[in-house]
């Protein structure tokens, strides 16, 4: 064969070697990544961020984040308002407080904090009042001139009814505030938000309301309060900025679960979901519709960022105006009128006898899932705030991995 011929020949093998490796290389670089992760996270909420930044940040793992709704933040997730340039969060006011010095310095890494002392009105009879009560609620709903708390006290004494060991949250407020306060608040306000009497739920709903005997406005006696200086999603954004962290949102964990492998894995969901396959009755949850109405060339439309709204005469529970959080600026105004119902995402567990016992039930199952943790207050059946539910997921980072050091 000529040489020029067999030079042909090789340079065509050559090049038919070469596009061969190339093409193996592209697919190699194409393949989609391992589905194999260190830990696995339901659910991008407070529990489930908390969780994730710890693992990837301490111990170097990598961590897979699914999450159901089309973003990240759970509800605290907030965004500015198309209309109004106002930022507000899409499932209801989070107002940030904590006595808990572990959380407060933990929530430092990831955003500048504003302080910031919530106060809370209730319109009752006509009248903005001061929600928890305190003198001057009790001032201006019964025209009295309490000055001091020894007053305050003993107004309330001749109010409450004695009742040593309250069953249910009608027997908790009335051994508390009195049947008046009870007529006027609290019972028709329960009656909206649990679509049930005072009487038909647990003590502990009415339990959590303090009753003050100073002029003390403020919702929250914790000593750190504040507002994140730019938002709630920025401070998700950083915490799941590792990139030892895959965050799959738009994904319904049960719908992929068998496409990847996990070391361990942290459910945040609802208890009863994750036990779906049992056919057990589900727990019982309420819900809220958000409503949203923009009044435009109106600096506020009420006098405090929430007004309670007791009364059976409108059926929404409250009003929440945004731009008075953080000193917002707009030449407009938005509302949120916030009606309870049952359908929807899940907010508050119903703390009646039924519910406890089935939640239980689910509880006692979750000791036989090996390698399946249960973080946060849906898989609790628990109310949580903001900083329990930090807390709730630090503390069982602790357990799983005891004597793992802080770093930083």
């Known amino acids: 064969m000529p040489r020029l011929q067999k030079k042909i020949i090789a340079l065509i093998v050559l090049v038919f070697i070469l596009a061969v490796v190339n093409i193996i290389m592209i697919k190699q670089r194409t393949l989609p990544p391992s589905n194999h992760y260190d830990v696995c996270v339901v659910g991008a909420g407070l529990s489930g961020s908390v969780i994730a930044e710890r693992y990837s940040t301490l111990l170097h793992k990598t961590v897979l984040v699914v999450e159901k709704r089309p973003h990240i933040g759970g509800n ?28 407060w310095e933990y929530v430092q890494k990831f955003s500048d904090w504003t302080p910031y002392e919530h106060q809370v009105l209730a319109f009752v009879d006509g009248k903005h009042v001061p929600v928890p009560v305190n003198i001057r609620t009790v001032n201006e709903l019964f025209g009295l001139n309490i000055e001091t708390s020894e007053q305050m006290d003993e107004w309330l004494a001749n109010e409450q009814v004695p009742i040593d060991d309250p069953r249910n949250s009608e027997e908790m407020s009335l051994s508390r505030v009195g049947k008046r306060l009870y007529e006027k608040m609290f019972k028709p306000y ?6 049930k009497t005072p009487a038909e739920l647990g003590p502990e709903v009415m339990a959590r309301i303090p009753v003050r005997n100073n002029f003390d406005g403020r919702y929250f006696s914790d000593p750190h309060q504040a507002l994140p200086t730019n938002g709630y999603t920025e401070i998700f954004e950083r915490m799941l900025s590792n990139p030892l962290i895959t965050v799959r949102v738009n994904t319904d964990y049960f ?41 435009r060339n109106t600096e506020f439309f009420q006098p405090m960022s929430v007004v309670n709204h007791p009364s059976l005469d409108v059926n929404f529970t409250r009003i929440v105006e945004y731009k008075h959080l953080l000193d917002q600026k ?26 406890k016992e089935l939640f239980a039930k689910y509880q006692e199952m979750t000791k036989k899932e090996k390698g399946v943790t249960f973080v946060g207050r849906l898989a609790n059946y628990k109310y949580f705030n903001m ?15 005891p004597g793992v050091a802080e770093e930083g």
Do not use: M
């Open 76 to 103: 605290c997730y907030d965004y500015t308002d198309p209309d109004t340039g106002i930022r507000v969060n899409l499932y209801g006011a989070h107002l940030f407080h904590t006595k808990y010095p572990r959380v």
């Open 190 to 195: 329960t009656i909206k938000q649990w679509d």
């Open 255 to 295: 719908d992929v679960r068998d496409s990847f492998t996990c070391g361990r894995t942290y459910f945040s969901g609802p208890i009863d979901r994750y036990f779906a396959h049992l056919g057990w009755p589900k727990l019982e949850y309420r819900s809220i519709d958000f409503e949203r109405k923009v009044v």
């Open 330 to 355: 707009s030449e407009h105004t938005v509302l949120f009128y916030e009606r309870s119902k049952d359908d929807g995402d899940p907010y508050y567990p119903v703390p009646n006898p039924e519910n």
């Open 387 to 401: 900083d329990e539910s930090i807390l709730n997921a630090l503390e069982l980072f602790d357990k799983d991995n």
